[in-house]
T-cell receptor, first 113, second 111 residues
Framework: EPEVTQTPSHQVTQMGQEVILRCVPISNHLYFYWYRQILGQKVEFLVSFYNNEISEKSEIFDDQFSVERPDGSNFTLKIRSTKLEDSAMYFC???????????FGPGTRLTVT | DAKTTQPPSMDCAEGRAANLPCNHSTISGNEYVYWYRQIHSQGPQYIIHGLKNNETNEMASLIITEDRKSSTLILPHATLRDTAVYYCIVRAYNAGNMLTFGGGTRLMVKP
């Protein structure tokens, strides 16, 4: 069964450093998403991406964040200058054309020290 | 999206049916009911969705009341691996892309 994959599974970085989280969505999916979950809190939407552009973003997704689909298979989330409060699990999701259910990856645990 | 209310936690004996309720009294006519679950710290997993008819798939059944103000997710024979947080989400089919997760119901399946 096809699945969304994410790398790395765990990323430790120092405050102020840039990080790139990578996702490989399900191959025939066209809609891509990033969510995050701070430890013990709810899953929060960050951004959705379709047809090589952002279609929706939340207030969390400020100028420090960017997304890219560099090569037709990967979907990346970049945090330009990490803060302590960016420590969280980051989940990538994708969905196909004409369906509503989103399929999530296993997540990347980001720890900012 | 309509607001949903779920009990914060429930227990279920292994092998028995788990019935997870969700209230969505402000649901509007074009809004679907979706269920996802999150096992430990894994990514949320889609389970099922419905509009007004009852739905069943290999994972679960979804029963929606006639007035659509509440629904119940049924796991017919719960196993220990069904221990997870279950989220009921209401949204229109062609609404914006985001999923809004509430607190969900933490289901503990016990041997």
């Amino acid at each position: 069964e096809p699945e969304v994959t994410q790398t790395p599974s765990h990323q430790v970085t120092q405050m102020g450093q840039e990080v790139i989280l990578r996702c490989v969505p399900i191959s025939n999916h066209l809609y891509f998403y990033w969510y995050r979950q701070i430890l013990g809190q709810k899953v929060e939407f960050l951004v959705s991406f379709y047809n090589n552009e952002i279609s929706e973003k939340s207030e969390i997704f400020d100028d420090q964040f960017s997304v890219e689909r560099p090569d037709g298979s990967n979907f990346t989330l970049k945090i330009r200058s990490t803060k302590l409060e960016d420590s969280a699990m980051y989940f990538c999701a994708s969905r196909g054309q004409g369906v509503i259910e989103q399929y999530f990856g296993p997540g990347t645990r980001l720890t900012v020290t | 999206d309509a607001k949903t209310t779920q009990p914060p936690s429930m227990d279920c004996a292994e092998g028995r049916a788990a019935n997870l309720p969700c209230n969505h009294s402000t649901i509007s006519g074009n809004e679907y009911v979706y269920w996802y679950r999150q096992i430990h710290s894994q990514g949320p997993q889609y389970i099922i969705h419905g509009l007004k008819n009852n739905e069943t798939n290999e994972m679960a059944s979804l029963i929606i009341t006639e007035d659509r103000k509440s629904s119940t997710l049924i796991l017919p024979h719960a196993t220990l691996r069904d221990t997870a947080v279950y989220y009921c989400i209401v949204r229109a089919y062609n609404a914006g892309n985001m999923l809004t997760f509430g607190g969900g119901t933490r289901l503990m399946v016990k041997p």
